[in-house]
């Protein structure tokens, strides 16, 4: 798929060709006035500093070589040099009558890993994974639609000292379990000592002993060096911890409609980090500091202090940084990847930078690897401090989405929508207005920036919001439905004043998609299909269908419908929200 404006560069590229001016400087962008020109290229400017000519001379000569073409209805030099381009309506809709929704570029060659989820095993999810996982998916289905192969991955944190902590504690409840007995030779049982509520209550009592005494914290830490060195009894329980962990995120992640291709987790690179730090002291990289071994990664250009990497505590255990090192030369090996972006809290920003200092560094990742991070900021409660329950804990994102939906059944009965609907269709159309509006709100806002929780505002159905898109969407869809029982046929568009602009809006999408993949941003996407919208609802109200009387209009105005929703989408599609059949 191609944008219009993307078209429109392509004639400016040959006109440049001819003019025998380097066409890096045939770029063409949005118009700046719409009401002078669609299209502006302003490259003659750079071309004339670059060669040493007049900028209006170059401009007009390119002026000359395009008002040839037949596509454009107008071409004109403005003020220094900027070239003013329209299309003639008829190729507008040619432009927008051949796009193809379903493929776009081919960039197949070309693959991405995007690490995000990343949850820790016994800790409840919160809602800071919550940003993580709509982000994340929302690039994988991004970079997907935009041809890259992608490699999903949920980094699951089930290696550190949390593992210690709960292995102590587990201990200290039931000390007559098989796992802590020194001389058990039989089989571990199959079945875990508790179930996931338990463990989930055991872990914050857990880190709150880790914090409140030393001595807890130094036991919590032998035993997450005992688990790392291999001690059976606490890898058998381990297991266990880290299935019942297991199956409540993939419960948590579908309700999310969230995917991945691998749940490799931190303890899958257990053997490689053993590996690679020995590499790194075999090159010289890991230096002795009190005990334990550290890589420096500081430079003498550096404006603020980058710390050494922590790669082995005193004690023999690995920490967060070498499990990130040991997975990237994994990636590196296995896929061979061309970018791998990091959709982690923006507070790690530190270690992401250390790590890929590190890995650069030591020839483990080749010079040419794109390493990012992609930050996001905090989701605050009204007070502007992180998101806590009523009572002050931690939400859990389970607790989350399901007051999320419960907010949204209710807004679709003040609203009056879904009146006729059975009971579970009445649920299943609440759960797509709720994770809609969560999902929405958390995309919509720029990711570095941190935002308040407002499920009033979420779930809204005025206003930017994810309920807003999908009743424009199912009322997009109820009047075609109702156009085409009127034996109503579309066919080709012909492009009035009413929908010029909405034509013109819907052939961005291609640029929209793009920039947003370069800076990893859905916003960009929410702003447009936000925007395309408002549009449509503009031209739908100029603009009747059924009660026009000129035949080729209506069947126009039908076509221009079916493809604004297409576009639309096709944007909620790549979002990860999904458009009920009616509300
Ligand atoms: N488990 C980490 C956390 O909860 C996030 C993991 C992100 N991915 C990574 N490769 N470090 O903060």
Avoid at 148 to 171: E, R
Wanted: charged share 30%; proline share 4%.
């Amino acid at each position: 798929m191609k944008s219009i404006r993307e078209y429109v560069e392509i004639s400016v590229e040959k006109a440049f060709d001819e003019a025998q001016i380097d066409k890096k400087f045939a770029k063409v962008v949005k118009s700046q006035r719409p009401d002078l020109c669609q299209f502006q290229c302003n490259g003659a400017l750079a071309a004339a500093k670059s060669i040493g000519k007049n900028p209006r001379e170059i401009g007009q000569n390119i002026v000359d070589i395009l008002s040839k073409n037949a596509d454009f209805s107008k071409v004109e030099i403005a003020g220094a040099g900027f070239v003013n381009i329209t299309l003639k309506d008829e190729i507008i809709a040619k432009i927008i009558l051949s796009q193809n929704f379903e493929n776009s570029k081919d960039n197949f060659s070309q693959t991405i890993i995007l690490d995000f989820g990343g949850p820790n095993v016994a800790k409840p999810m919160h809602v800071g994974h919550l940003r993580s996982a709509i982000i994340g998916d929302c690039l994988r289905r991004l970079f997907k639609y935009l041809g890259y192969k992608v490699i999903a991955d949920n980094h699951l944190g089930d290696w550190g000292t949390q593992m210690g902590m709960l292995i102590c504690k587990t201990k200290e409840k039931y000390p007559n379990l098989p796992y802590f007995d020194e001389n058990f030779s039989g089989e571990y049982p199959q079945n875990p000592p508790f179930d996931i509520s338990e463990l989930e209550l055991l872990y914050p009592q857990a880190s709150k002993e880790c914090k409140e005494n030393p001595e807890n914290l130094a036991q919590a830490i032998k035993a997450t060096d005992e688990l790392q060195q291999g001690k059976i009894g606490f890898v058998a329980l381990w297991k266990h911890f880290v299935k019942l962990s297991k199956d409540t995120l993939k419960n948590d992640f579908s309700k999310l409609d969230v995917e991945f291709d691998f749940w490799l987790g931190e303890s899958f690179y257990a053997d490689r980090m053993k590996e690679i730090v020995e590499y790194l002291k075999k090159e010289n990289f890991a230096k002795e500091s009190q005990g334990a071994l550290v890589f420096e990664v500081g430079e003498p250009s550096d404006t603020k202090e980058i710390p050494p990497v922590l790669l082995v505590k005193s004690g023999g255990g690995f920490l967060y940084a070498t499990s990130d090192i040991a997975t990237i030369d994994y990636r590196v090996k296995e896929f061979s990847p061309n970018r791998i972006c990091y959709v982690v809290d923006k507070r790690q920003s530190l270690h992401f930078e250390q790590v890929f200092r590190a890995v650069k560094k030591a020839k483990i990742a080749p010079q040419n690897l794109l390493l990012e991070h992609i930050g996001f900021g905090t989701v605050n409660g009204a007070d502007g401090k992180p998101y806590k329950t009523r009572e002050g804990g931690v939400m859990k994102l389970c607790d989350l989405i399901d007051s999320v939906i419960n907010k949204a059944k209710v807004r679709i009965e003040e609203a009056g929508l879904a009146t006729d609907a059975s009971e579970n269709e009445k649920t299943k159309i609440a759960e797509t207005v709720g994770i809609s509006a969560l999902k929405f709100a958390d995309l919509s806002n720029h990711r570095l920036s941190d935002y308040v929780f407002d499920l009033d505002k979420f779930c809204a159905f005025e206003g930017k919001t994810g309920p807003y898109l999908l009743y424009t969407a199912v009322r997009i869809k109820s009047i075609i439905r109702k156009v085409k029982d009127a034996k109503i046929v579309s066919r080709d568009i012909l492009v009035t004043d009413n929908d010029r602009d909405l034509l013109l809006e819907i052939g961005r999408l291609s640029d929209v998609l793009e920039s947003a993949g370069v800076d990893c941003s859905p916003n960009y996407l929410c702003d447009y299909i936000y925007g395309l919208s408002q549009e449509f609802n503009r031209f739908y109200n100029n603009s009747p269908i059924l009660r026009e009387e000129n035949s080729k209009l209506q069947s126009s105005r039908l076509k221009i419908a079916e493809i604004t929703l297409k576009t639309i989408e096709t944007v909620l599609e790549i979002l990860g929200i999904n458009i009920p059949e009616r509300m």
